[in-house]
């Protein structure tokens, strides 16, 4: 489905991504693991469509469909969810009102109807009843005064209600608590169905105890310098990077 | 290329001709001749049959206003208005005063529609609740051409008619109230007013009346090289209650056109006026031709103890705006409110805030002001709170946010507080912001397009203040907000 061939990446000269290869299949948790500054949210941030970045070669298709033709908002509705590493404070707009209007702007782009307002209320407080985010929380404006936890469960909250066909999940595992780890972990294993694909970015095994891949990478300077099973993610806890990186140095 | 740089780049191409009033109503008028004079005063005055103190009033006003200076301190900028290129009254050839709605003119009935305004009151009872019901007076270039539910609420008591006609029925009052609370000589464009002012609302709630439905006048100026003066007087007496809805368009027009009202509001002891505007006068096409020039004097008097007064205004329209509802805190206890949302795109130009003038012990008030600017515009809030020696424990809070949309627009804020009673504390908050990449970013990322972000994230900005808009008000508000600001996305 997902399908990214030879990336080049960079920003104001910088290169950031050099030559990335990457194939998702329906179905397949892919985790992505790699130290700071590696260009593992840049990776993300293209993927989703952010525009600072200048892609100078390769191509990135979804479902056979070029991606870097389309928009932020397009991609989107094409099924690509991005949970950020870091969410974005949208005062004054309660995180219910958010979450209607990006829903219905996603079903609108693809032909559907709106919900209806007591439909998609009931729909929230299920998704949001399974990721302990109160209805308390739901009022607030999004992310605004969140703690760093609750801001990630609003996240997974997100794309539980968008249903996307691919996650990518920017170290949702960063400032949570181990309660909400689980949860999380629940909430996201919850989306696992063999239509959907999912690339989960992050530094910890932990997270990946939980949500357990089918492959997982090793990026370093903006390239893929390993690719393993489940036991790569083991090997990386134990021993750290330097084997890899230093393969490339 | 990022969001943000692109809804500069297409500021740039606003179309504000998309202005969806921009109609003209095709009907014959009856148009005084061009210039100001007192003759001219006087054929006002006449054609609106006018008892002789009217019209001395109105002289009395005229003799001032050729000694005053047109003032030159807000920050906006345009030609020298020629007074003598305007016709100062205008009136639909088949209608001379409000008659009853079946003889309205169907054009301007077809007018009011187009509005969104029904003035047939079947069709207003046909759908809405009684408590949901909007009596409506609608003026038309210098006339009031219909007036609804005036029997339903004379059964309260409650005067709601043209000013013109106030003056013939109710001269009492009006004698009474009129410039009591703007004097005459209070400024340039509220002198000029007093002179040839032509129809505007009159309102009385008498003493513990809670008026039954919302009241609201709708101003269209229609009639080319015409200057709009209407005159508005609401007076709540004691313990009585009442919530008043202001609406106004124009046609799209390539000349300016002078706008320049003067709304009086007076409560009395334990009263409330609420009093809520939603202008949204032509604002001039992408170059920035045509357009109202909207100069308003609106002042409102808590004379009373425990009366309040709130004033809630969406600003969307006018090339020029020079506004400041203020409130006069004279009443002990008395509450002022004034409650913001002020929007420019393209080439417009607003100077608007409020006064808050504290004289009575206990006296409190709060500003909540949102300016969002876009395009090439330029937006001031201008606000000042002052404390009288008398006025022990005035207490105000001021809250001020700036939104910019794109690097070509202003805003500034500009604030006078002045206290002369050492009890009084006045807090002051300003904040200016604007639509980050990293928020239109995330919103993009989760399917809304540049438009709905843009729209999303200014509707959360003016939250607080969309709140105080009675439930109806709100809807049309939101969606005048995002039409307004439409051009500024693509
Ligand atoms: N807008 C930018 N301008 C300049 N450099 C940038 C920009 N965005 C990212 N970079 C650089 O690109 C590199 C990759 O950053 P990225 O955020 O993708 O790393 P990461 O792998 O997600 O790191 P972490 O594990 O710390 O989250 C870093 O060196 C970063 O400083
Ligand atoms: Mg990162």
Redesign the interface.
């Known amino acids: 489905m997902l399908e990214i061939k030879n990336l080049h990446a960079e920003v104001e000269g910088n290169k950031i991504l050099r030559g990335i290869d990457l194939t998702v299949k329906p179905g397949e948790i892919h985790a992505i693991m790699g130290p700071n500054g590696s260009g593992k949210s840049t990776l993300s941030y293209i993927l989703?469509?952010?525009?600072?970045y200048e892609i100078t070669e390769g191509s990135i298709t979804y479902n056979g469909e070029d991606m870097l033709e389309l928009?932020?908002?397009e991609?989107?509705?094409a099924g690509m969810?991005?949970a950020?590493q870091y969410?974005?404070?949208?005062?004054?707009?309660a995180t219910m009102?958010?979450l209607k209007?990006?829903?219905n702007?996603?079903r609108a782009?693809r032909g559907e109807e709106e919900l209806s307002t007591p439909d998609f209320m009931k729909l929230v407080r299920e998704k949001a009843a399974d990721l302990k985010v109160t209805p308390e929380m739901l009022r607030r404006?999004l992310n605004v005064g969140f703690s760093g936890g609750e801001k990630k469960r609003a996240e997974i909250l997100?794309m539980a209600l968008?249903e996307p066909t691919l996650c990518i999940l920017d170290e949702t595992d960063s400032g949570l608590d181990i309660d909400a780890l689980r949860i999380v972990s629940e909430g996201v294993n919850k989306l696992r169905s063999p239509e959907r694909g999912m690339i989960v970015i992050t530094h910890y095994q932990r997270l990946l105890d939980h949500i357990v891949p089918d492959v997982v990478h090793v990026l370093s300077k903006g390239k893929i310098v390993k690719t393993g099973g489940k036991e790569l993610a083991l090997e990386l806890e134990a021993n750290g990077y330097a084997d890899y990186v230093g393969e490339e140095a | 290329m990022a969001a943000v740089q692109e809804t500069i780049d297409q500021v740039k191409s606003i179309d504000v001709d998309q202005y969806k009033y921009g109609f003209v109503t095709d009907i014959e008028s009856e148009l005084a001749p061009k210039g100001l004079n007192e003759d001219i005063i006087r054929f006002i005055s006449a054609k609106k049959d006018e008892p002789e103190w009217m019209l001395n009033w109105r002289l009395d006003a005229f003799q001032r206003w050729k000694t005053m200076e047109e003032p030159e301190w807000a920050r906006v900028d345009y030609p020298k208005i020629d007074f003598e290129d305007l016709h100062y009254y205008a009136a639909p050839k088949t209608q001379e005063g409000p008659k009853s709605l079946d003889e309205v003119d169907p054009e301007l009935l077809e007018t009011y529609k187009k509005l969104g305004i029904p003035l047939s009151e079947q069709e207003v009872l046909a759908g809405i609740a009684p408590e949901n019901r909007v009596a409506v007076d609608a003026v038309f270039d210098s006339v009031s051409v219909a007036t609804t539910f005036k029997e339903e609420l004379a059964k309260a008591g409650v005067i709601f008619c043209p000013i013109s006609e106030a003056i013939r029925e109710h001269p009492e009052l009006v004698q009474k109230y009129l410039g009591s609370v703007v004097p005459v000589s209070d400024n340039f464009y509220a002198t000029l007013n007093s002179a040839v002012f032509s129809d505007g609302s009159f309102v009385y709630i008498p003493e513990g009346v809670r008026c039954p439905m919302e009241l609201s006048t709708y101003f269209r100026i229609n009639e080319r090289n015409t200057g709009q003066f209407e005159r508005t007087l609401i007076i709540a007496e004691k313990g009585s209650y009442v919530s008043y809805l202001e609406g106004c368009t124009a046609p799209q027009r390539d000349e300016n056109q002078l706008h320049a009202a003067v709304v009086e509001l007076v409560a009395h002891e334990d009263a409330e006026i609420k009093y809520s505007t939603v202008q949204n006068w032509f604002p001039g096409d992408s170059e920035g031709k045509g357009g109202i020039y909207n100069f308003v004097t609106k002042r409102g008097d808590c004379r009373g103890a425990n009366s309040k007064i709130a004033w809630t205004q969406v600003e969307t329209g006018s090339a020029i705006t020079w506004k400041y509802p203020s409130c006069i805190l004279r009443g002990d206890n008395s509450v002022g409110e004034f409650y913001s949302i002020a929007i420019s795109n393209g080439h417009q130009q607003v100077d608007s805030g409020t006064k808050m003038i504290h004289l009575g012990k206990n006296t409190s008030s709060r500003i909540i002001s949102k300016g969002i600017s876009a395009g090439v515009s330029q937006n001031t809030y201008r606000g000042q709170v002052s404390a009288h020696r008398k006025a022990k424990n005035a207490r105000n809070f001021t809250q001020c946010d700036s939104l910019l949309i794109g690097d070509k627009c202003g805003a500034h804020t500009v604030p006078y507080i002045e206290s002369k009673n050492a009890t009084a504390v006045f807090e002051h908050e300003a904040t200016t912001s604007k639509i980050s990449d990293d928020q239109m970013f995330y919103c993009q990322a989760r399917g809304l397009d540049e438009e709905a972000a843009v729209a999303l994230i200014v509707n959360g900005f003016v939250r607080d203040v969309i709140q105080q808009l009675p439930m109806e008000f709100a809807v049309e508000a939101q969606k005048l907000i995002n039409i307004s600001l439409e051009g500024s996305v693509g």
């Open positions: 989703a469509g952010k525009e600072d928009g932020a908002d991609r989107a509705a969810f991005l950020f969410p974005i404070e949208i005062p004054g707009v009102t958010f209007t990006a829903l702007a996603q782009a404006p997100q968008l």
